[in-house]
């Protein structure tokens, strides 16, 4: 990552900011990152599921079980 300015301009090409992770990063810091983005793609993929009318919601499969996850 270098010494250097990440993101000196929080503009293109740059387009991340925040923290220097290089300084700020923690084992902690990652945990809580994954687990915030995994409870928000949960809600949305349950959101999407729900929105399906019910006779869509089972993909035409008898359970959504791990061999058939690849077809959602």
Do not use: Y
């Amino acid at each position: 990552m270098g010494t250097g300015p990440l993101a000196p301009d929080m503009k293109p090409p740059d387009g991340i900011g925040g923290l220097d992770p290089r300084v700020h990063a923690s084992f902690e810091v990652g945990r809580r990152n994954v687990e915030l983005a995994a409870a928000e793609i949960g809600r949305k993929a349950k959101e999407l599921l729900e929105s399906l009318p019910e006779d869509k919601r089972g993909f035409n499969k008898p359970c959504i079980c791990p061999e058939n996850w690849w077809q959602i």
